[in-house]
């Protein structure tokens, strides 16, 4: 699992456990609806400075974002 696939995975998870949409999240952070649907896709990189956006957004450390879940570090 390379590392936009890592980000999208908790994205998609954080965003889905603070109850918002895509459309809620990409305000929120100052980016278009489909610039973080592809993000969430796997299809683009993220830069830090958008993960750190992100981060504030979810109220999670950025790391949280770039950290491999259990299973896909066994991939």
Known sequence: MDLREVLAANLRRLRH???????DLAYDAGVSRSYLS?????????????IGKLS??????AWELLKPSESSARE
């Open 38 to 50: 592809q993000i969430e896709k796997g299809k683009y990189y993220a830069s830090l400075k958008f």
């Open 17 to 23: 456990l603070r109850g918002l949409s895509q459309d």
């Open 56 to 61: 504030v957004v979810l109220q999670v450390e």
